[in-house]
Every structure is written in C-alpha cells, then in structure tokens.
C-alpha cells in the first residue's frame, strides 16, 4: 500500500476520532454521533492534506513506514477533524436559532 493511501486512511480515521471528541466535550457543538464521525472524518482527510503539503517531513516515503510521520498525520487529521466539527456545530446552532 502506498504511503500517500496510509497517510489518508490515518488522517480520516483520526479525524473521525477528533470529531467524536469534539462532539462529546461540547454537546452545544455535538451533531450526534454519525455528523460528529462525518464531519470529523471529512475534516481529518482534508486538513490532514493540506498539513501534509505545508510541512512535508509529515508525508512517509512508500517503501518506509515512519512511526514518527504517522504520529505526525494521527495528530493533524485528529486535530483538523475536531475543528470541522466544531465550526459544522457552531453553524448548525447559529442557522437553528
């Protein structure tokens, strides 16, 4: 598997984790489980993207796994998805009000 698709897979998962969290510290920002996953997922492989193009010691070789670079896309896609979730939630609740 390439390491730019192991890269991907890590920042989405991470991202969906990141969203659940986000969701579940602030039930004002919470979409419910599934928006939290969603929008968490969606903010992790996109953020984790363009982290990966800004600093790219974050990105592996495709022979290498890189212990150091995975934790480097777990903490940007977790990070990036958390803050999706977050602005979704914010928008959710100022359009609601």
Same mark, same amino acid.
């Given at each position: 598997? #390439?390491?730019? +698709?192991?890269?991907?897979?890590? !920042?989405?998962?991470? *991202?969906? %984790?990141?969203?659940?969290? =986000?969701?579940?510290? #602030?039930?004002? +920002? #919470? ?9 968490? $997922? ?6 984790? !993207? ?7 010691? +974050? #990105? !592996?070789?495709? &022979?290498?796994?890189? %212990? &150091?670079?995975?934790? *480097? !896309?777990? =903490?940007?896609?977790?990070? =990036?998805?958390?803050? +999706?979730? $977050? %602005?979704? *939630?914010?928008?959710?609740?100022? =359009?609601? $009000?």
């Amino acid at each position: 598997m #390439s390491g730019m +698709l192991i890269n991907l897979i890590v !920042q989405i998962i991470a *991202g969906a %984790i990141g969203g659940n969290v =986000a969701g579940g510290a #602030s039930k004002d +920002l #919470s979409l419910g489980t599934a928006g939290n996953t969603i929008a968490g $997922a969606i903010g992790g492989g996109v953020g984790g !993207q363009i982290l990966t193009a800004l600093v790219p010691m +974050l #990105s !592996q070789s495709a &022979g290498n796994i890189d %212990i &150091g670079a995975l934790v *480097g !896309q777990f =903490a940007g896609g977790g990070v =990036a998805g958390a803050i +999706l979730t $977050a %602005i979704v *939630g914010m928008i959710k609740n100022k =359009a609601a $009000a």
